[in-house]
């Protein structure tokens, strides 16, 4: 079992607090395996009796034969559960009168018909406490909240940080990140031993189930734009962009034409099925978002490499996508931040640009500067990571992480410089 800790806690802090407990992630991230293993088995080992925890997944044949519905029929004709056949089970599985809370467990909950109405009418229960996985749409933080009018609790799953990989790996430390760093972090893949398996499975299932999920469930006609797209969003992670700019690089990679409107649309689907996620522009000084350009980062770094067959593999981008998924895994929301520089040359003419901080990293009162150097093996090159640093003016602290194993050091200026494997493997790093 590969230990899912910060997850399982943030499914037991919200036990019994009357909310439906809502589990969103990208597929294949280990949302099942989250409710219906972890927090199974940790109810269990807490001594709830079996009888009281329900688990039924709607994609689920033997499940779905449970309660009288034909899985073929609904699979050919594209129909939903029929909510009175699911609500006349629970009303045999649960007795309302004995005092004890029984756990809902239900998996790919949106493929039960009105699940919003059955839900709100669960939750209204004094003994029902609600968990629920979804893989669509209606998953996303907005809908979650007005679906369940306002009583809905999203825990997102990311796919394995590196500190959940590592241990599963068998491998060192270094070894563990080299692959991480090309396969990414889906945890069946992490299972996988050989590297031809890893590359053949995320190929196949980026194509057959990832591409094929946002044709279905938009309406596309074909698959060729929206991959095509996803080609130019995989090859230029870390880059600044829009989507004029995608749109441009469309026309001179692929030879065919799409309009920026259909790109920006294209890219909320993508977001919406958890493939990638945009990271704003924040002008740090001028404490406001900057709206384009910003940019995309992938979720699980092997599909992106799956997107491109693997032909791209540059370890600066790779590095810096891990780091902003590791922060996000740490609970942060991450912003690119923008700080003006203003340089006066010989002639006293005064030019501005707004210079780059990789990441600012913030939750609730805490906030982090952080930037990602592949390495830093010149004087200049330090000085070009360190000068939006001493922009900013504030005491939040600032960290470069370098892909180089070396221990944590910090210079006069209190900038912390550390590696990043020491970065990704210290729960505690942003606070050395």
């Not at 001594?47 to 033997?62: L, N, Q, T, V």
């Not at 709100?120 to 669509?136: A, E, F, M, P, W």
């Not at 933080?141 to 590592?166: C, K, M, N, Q, Y």
């Not at 060729?224 to 700019?245: E, Q, R, T, Y």
Request: net charge negative; charged share 30%; no cysteine.
């Amino acid at each position: 079992m590969i230990k899912r800790d910060k997850y399982l806690m943030d499914l037991v802090d919200r036990m019994g607090n009357g909310l439906v407990k809502v589990i969103t992630g990208i597929r294949r991230a280990g949302k099942s395996y989250l409710m219906n293993e972890i927090f199974y088995s940790y109810l269990k080992e807490r001594g709830i009796d079996e009888k009281h925890i329900i688990r039924f997944a709607f994609d689920s044949a033997d499940d779905l034969v449970k309660i009288g519905e034909d899985p073929l029929i609904l699979d050919d004709e594209d129909k939903k559960v029929d909510p009175k056949l699911f609500m006349a089970y629970i009303a045999k599985n649960v007795d309302l009168t004995d005092g004890q809370t029984y756990y809902l467990l239900l998996d790919e909950v949106q493929k039960l018909g009105s699940f919003e109405a059955v839900l709100n009418g669960y939750l209204r229960k004094n003994n029902i406490d609600l968990y629920v996985t979804g893989s669509n749409s209606k998953f996303l933080s907005s809908d979650i909240r007005d679906e369940f009018e306002g009583r809905g609790d999203e825990i997102h799953v990311l796919p394995l940080s590196f500190s959940e990989f590592a241990p599963a790996y068998g491998g060192s430390d270094e070894e563990a990140l080299d692959d991480y760093l090309v396969y990414g972090g889906l945890p069946l893949v992490a299972l996988m031993k050989k590297d031809e398996q890893k590359t053949k499975w995320l190929m196949s299932t980026m194509e057959k189930t990832y591409v094929r999920d946002l044709v279905r469930r938009h309406h596309l006609q074909s698959d060729g734009p929206i991959s095509s797209l996803l080609d130019v969003v995989a090859s230029d992670i870390g880059g600044l962009v829009n989507p004029l700019k995608l749109s441009d690089s469309f026309q001179s990679v692929k030879k065919t034409s799409i309009s920026e409107d259909t790109v920006a649309k294209y890219i909320w689907y993508m977001e919406e099925a958890f493939l990638v996620k945009k990271s704003l522009r924040y002008d740090v000084k001028g404490n406001d978002y900057l709206s384009t350009p910003y940019k995309l980062y992938f979720e699980d770094l092997g599909l992106r490499n799956a997107r491109l067959s693997f032909r791209q593999v540059e370890e600066n981008h790779l590095m810096e996508n891990a780091l902003f998924n590791e922060l996000r895994y740490r609970g942060y929301e991450v912003d690119v931040g923008a700080v003006e520089s203003r340089v006066v040359d010989a002639a006293k003419k005064e030019t501005r640009k707004m210079l780059e901080i990789d990441f600012v990293a913030n939750s609730g009162s805490r906030r982090y500067y952080i930037q990602s150097a592949f390495a830093m093996a010149t004087s200049e090159k330090a000085d070009s990571e360190y000068r939006p640093f001493k922009l900013i003016g504030d005491s939040f602290k600032k960290i470069v992480v370098v892909r180089d194993n070396i221990k944590p050091r910090r210079d006069e200026n209190g900038y912390l410089t550390i590696g990043l494997l020491n970065f990704l493997k210290d729960p505690n790093s942003l606070d050395l």
